[in-house]
């Protein structure tokens, strides 16, 4: 469904240029969710930017279902309609009610009609946001906002959602409970995700994919694939769950190792 060919990407900061991306390969099956951790500036960011055609790669090709795009070709509307963004700071409208901030992409995208509306509805549910939806967002807690931002950039049905630290900001257990939330959303949608984190464990419980990244220059040391079952997805404190943070760890223990030899 996603796919990073080759890509880099440099930067120019104050007449200089540096290499924040380097021959960054990355895929993401259709349904799949894959999850990227990396340590602060390693350019997570800059890959969904990259994947949503906000920023140009310096080189490489990006391709999304069948389409490629890359700094000579951009993306088509509708390839970038096909997808959904979560930030790690929701960015609700504060004069609008919630319901009407997560009904916002479809007024946008002029997907009019009682099944859509109806489809937020559902997805307010799912979000456990029903008591909510008629308050402003000043009035929501950190945890209620995240999940309000979550449903917004689903609404209109995306294929692909990409997300940026969307839990960034929670604590552990609440954060927990998102991501088990999600899992049961993202089984029903069958969306292809891209989940950008720093934390191991968010990785290690959502993706089926984890792609480890490194700083100087940014790049992808590695790809690993997680099997977990549901039960053991499910109790995090489970025996194959530390083996893969157990393991992650050590990659990135290792890289850093490196950088100081
Ligand atoms: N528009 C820009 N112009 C110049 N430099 C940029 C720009 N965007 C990002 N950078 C630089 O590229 C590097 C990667 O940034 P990016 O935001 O992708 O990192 P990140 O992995 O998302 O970090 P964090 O975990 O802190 O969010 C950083 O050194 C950043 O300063
Ligand atoms: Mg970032």
């Known amino acids: 469904m996603i796919e990073l060919d080759k890509i880099s990407k440099r930067f ?46 310096t080189s490489g090709r990006v391709k ?11 993306a088509p509307r509708e390839t970038i309609r096909r997808m959904g963004f979560v930030f790690q700071i929701p960015n609700l409208y504060p004069w609008l009610t919630v ?11 002029g997907l009019k009609g009682r099944s859509w509306l109806d489809y937020a509805d559902y997805l307010i549910g799912r979000a456990d946001l029903s008591d909510q939806a008629d308050l402003r967002p000043q009035s929501l807690s950190q945890g209620m906002s995240q999940r309000a931002g979550v ?10 959602l990409l997300m940026d630290e969307p839990f960034g900001a929670l604590d552990e257990g609440t954060r927990e409970r998102m991501n088990l939330l999600f899992l049961d959303i993202w ?26 990244m490194a700083t100087g220059p940014g790049r992808i040391v590695e790809s690993v694939r997680v099997e977990l079952g549901e039960r053991e997805a499910r109790t995090v404190e489970g025996h194959l769950f530390a083996e893969y943070v157990s393991r992650l760890n050590g990659i990135i223990g290792n890289v850093e190792l490196e950088k100081t030899v």
């Open 99 to 109: 319901r009407e901030n997560i009904r916002l992409p479809l007024v946008v995208l």
């Open 187 to 212: 089984r029903e949608t069958g969306m292809s995700v891209v989940f950008i984190t720093h934390n191991i464990e968010e990785a290690v419980l959502l993706g089926q994919r984890v792609y480890v």
């Open 151 to 160: 449903v917004r950039a689903m609404v209109h049905k995306p294929d692909i």
């Open 64 to 74: 999304v279902d069948g389409i490629t795009f890359d700094n000579s070709a951009p």
């Open 12 to 57: 120019r900061a104050r007449r200089e240029e540096f290499l924040a991306l380097s021959d960054i390969r990355l895929r993401v099956d259709d349904g799949e969710l894959a999850c990227v951790v990396g340590p602060s500036g390693c350019g997570k960011s800059t890959i969904i930017r990259i994947i949503s055609d906000i920023i140009k790669p």
